[in-house]
């Protein structure tokens, strides 16, 4: 996992800054004490550990989960769905598009199947996929929460949104692929 503070913050503010209300949250891969401590600034109950977290879990509990180096399969996403609510969030780290375009295609297209919303964001030189059924990561994104968190070097709220923006010839190349 990446030891940087833009990563701690987007992964973790900007799912749960989409969500109205995430209550039950699971961050799934390696984890340290600075995305414990932006966790932590979010109410709720935040648990942390490896992907056997979601087999003892029971069905459509979770809010949301949050991967931070954990690669997405199908197995995996049978798994999510099953423990995931019908109204959650899914974040995770994936490729960007100037590495390798074909994993961002391929995680995209994978949740895609599960989720009405999959749409990659970009911080910093990380880039990772918000998937979700109801919550669009723009639209409804939760002023009253993203504007009053404190302690910050990275995320705001403008960030959040700028995050989902892509260049032309990127935007183009995921239509039909990202679900916007």
């Known amino acids: 996992m990446k030891d940087n ?4 913050e987007m992964m973790v503010h900007t799912p749960l800054c989409t969500h109205k209300e995430a209550k039950n949250v699971l961050i799934i891969g390696t984890v340290n004490d600075n995305l414990k401590k932006e966790a932590s600034k979010h109410t709720g109950n935040i648990e942390f550990g490896d992907a056997s977290l979601l087999t003892s879990k029971n069905e459509k509990n979770i809010d949301a989960i949050i991967l931070t180096d954990v690669k997405v399969d199908e197995l995996l996403m049978a798994n999510i769905e099953r423990v995931l609510n019908d109204d959650g969030i899914l974040s995770f780290s994936t490729s960007s598009f100037s590495n390798d375009e074909n994993r961002l295609k391929s995680d995209l297209e994978l949740v895609g199947k599960n989720f009405w919303i999959a749409m990659p964001f970009k911080f910093g030189h990380d880039t990772a996929v918000l998937a979700s059924k109801k919550y669009h990561p723009t639209a409804d994104i939760v002023l009253q929460r993203s504007d009053l968190l404190d302690d910050l070097e990275y995320y705001s709220t403008e960030i959040h949104h700028a995050s989902f923006v892509f260049p032309a010839a990127q935007h183009k ?8």
């Open 5 to 8: 503070q833009a990563f701690n």
């Open 173 to 180: 190349a995921l239509n039909g692929i990202a679900k916007r």
